[in-house]
């Protein structure tokens, strides 16, 4: 019998880094988008400390014109060879995507970046310096076109919000190709940040409206149902745009319980929601950092459902409050407001959301705080057609699944044991899918009696929802010392 030499073995190895060919050398073409990138990161240093680089539209493509161009060939150039399928070689051994030394400082930079961007004015009065306000000058001719007005902090976030999406999003296509799901999921995550909580809000404003982004729904834009926002702003002076406003406003609350009776709560959380738009393209890199531990499921269906209660009281307490001509509250009631948009808003949602990417995942917020999720999460547990369904017999336990979960479900577990996946904080996004080699793993929608046992009573399943969380009869692969005595539920 002949003998197969061994290449690599990696338990005398040390279950280390592999050996790898080296990487090709740069092609001329991905030079010259380096080149680029580089040239437009020279041109926003220079403009900051304050070059004009021509002024007007001149500078604004001299900077975020030729980062974007840049970035968006570096993503097309570097992936264009690639065959179609799994792509995350290393990823474990990057300095970037496993907590390295340059996650960490990516992650103390836009959690900075938050913290700079949300109290700039009360920074400033602490000494800082006005860090911000050449790149919000440099975005006048854009604001200018789009609002009517000059620019400020807050445009400058949506414009970098929304080109991240669009720029990242061109990665996803070209990552997910040849997987339709992912790319008709990327599409519509751009065209709804770019033309519904970016473009039509701008028009708004242009015309002296009320703010509103139309992908936004209460309780995720806890405002939208505030009596000030609903009396003040809607039905207060806007007109019939106005009405329009509070027409949409409520035709999306009310419209909420049956798309996600249709297809999940993946119709909003994966293909409509700006705050899930960036985490599945600016977040993506990092989808592997989610913690799948059961330790980690308690806290979130704790945190998350208490900030959903939050929002329901806050919003029913200012209608009382409001009915009651302020004698509930007083003048605390402007507190109440600022309480949340502080504690909630800003730095669950911004700072710790979106700046704990690199070292935590890319939803944090989506599966620890976001309102939104949570009841929608409810609804799709209890009564809802949608279920990933799996082919134990296909398993190879190899474990992908799990690992790019980026809401942390040990996926790997249900698909051992050939069970649907009916979670709570599942978004569908479909990338356990996308990266199982097997193709064990199918999102599908059925009769929701048919998801699991116990499915068809919508009671029993909200009574069984106030349990523990348990994995039992499996050895989790993230928890090797769970007891193997346990069923998964």
């Known amino acids: 019998m002949s003998e197969f030499p061994i290449l690599f073995d990696e338990e005398a190895g040390g279950f280390g880094e592999p050996p790898k ?21 020279l041109g926003f240093v220079l403009y900051i400390a304050g070059l004009q ?13 030729l980062i974007t161009l840049g970035t968006v060939l570096w993503f097309w150039l570097d992936l264009r060879d690639t065959e179609p399928g799994i792509k995350h070689d290393g990823v474990f051994f990057s300095g970037v995507q496993s907590r390295g030394l340059l996650g960490w400082s990516l992650g103390i930079f ?5 913290i700079v961007l949300y109290f700039y004015d009360d920074l400033q009065k602490m000494g800082m310096p006005a860090l911000l306000d050449r ?16 620019s400020s902090r807050w445009f400058l976030y949506g414009v970098l919000y929304t080109s991240a999406i669009l720029v990242f999003g061109v990665r996803m296509f070209m990552k997910y190709r040849g997987n339709r799901y992912q790319q008709l999921r990327t599409a519509s995550v751009m065209f709804f940040q770019f033309v519904f909580a970016w473009m039509l809000p701008n028009l708004l404003i242009f015309f002296s409206k009320p703010y509103m982004e139309f992908n936004g729904i209460w309780p995720l834009k806890q405002d939208y149902l505030w009596p000030e926002k609903v009396l003040g702003e809607y039905l207060g002076g806007a007109g019939v745009i106005g009405v329009l406003l509070f027409v949409w406003a409520i035709g999306m609350f009310v419209a909420t319980p049956l798309l996600t009776y249709l297809f999940g709560k993946r119709w909003y959380c994966s293909w409509v929601c700006g705050c899930g738009g960036l985490a599945e393209t600016l977040g993506d890199p990092w989808r592997q950092q ?24 806050v919003t029913a307490s200012l209608w009382i409050d409001h009915r009651m001509n302020g004698n509930l509250y007083g003048t605390w009631s402007g507190s109440l407001r600022k309480w949340y948009g502080f504690y909630i808003g800003a730095i669950f949602s911004g700072v710790i959301g979106v700046g704990f990417y690199p070292v935590l995942g890319s939803r944090i917020w989506c599966r620890f705080g976001c309102p939104q999720a949570a009841i929608l999460g409810i609804w799709q547990r209890i009564f809802s057609r949608f279920r990933i369904t799996t082919n134990g017999g296909q398993c190879i336990s190899c474990g992908n699944c799990s690992t790019y979960c980026e809401m942390g479900i040990d996926v790997r577990a249900y698909a051992q044991k050939s069970e649907n996946i009916v979670r709570a904080s599942c978004v569908g996004c479909g990338v356990c ?3 199982c080699p097997r193709g064990v793993l199918k999102l599908e929608n059925g009769l929701p009696g048919d998801r699991f046992d116990g499915a068809e009573s919508a009671l029993g399943t909200f009574r069984d929802a106030f349990n523990d969380p348990r994995i039992y009869d499996y ?6 010392d769970q007891s193997s005595e346990n069923t998964v539920k």
């Open 433 to 435: 899918a996308a990266v």
């Open 21 to 41: 060919r080296p990487a090709p050398p740069l092609r001329p073409a991905q030079r010259a988008a380096a080149a680029v990138i580089a040239l437009g990161a």
């Open 475 to 480: 050895r989790s692969w993230q928890s090797s």
């Open 110 to 114: 836009i959690t900075g970046f938050y």
């Open 290 to 313: 989610s913690d799948k531990s059961t330790g980690a499921w308690k806290i979130e269906r704790w945190m998350i459902h208490t900030v959903l209660l939050i929002v329901v009281f």
């Open 135 to 150: 790149p919000i000058q440099l975005l006048d001719p854009l604001a200018m076109l789009t609002q009517g007005g000059g």
């Open 53 to 65: 680089l021509g002024g007007g539209w001149s500078a604004i493509g001299a900077t975020f014109g």
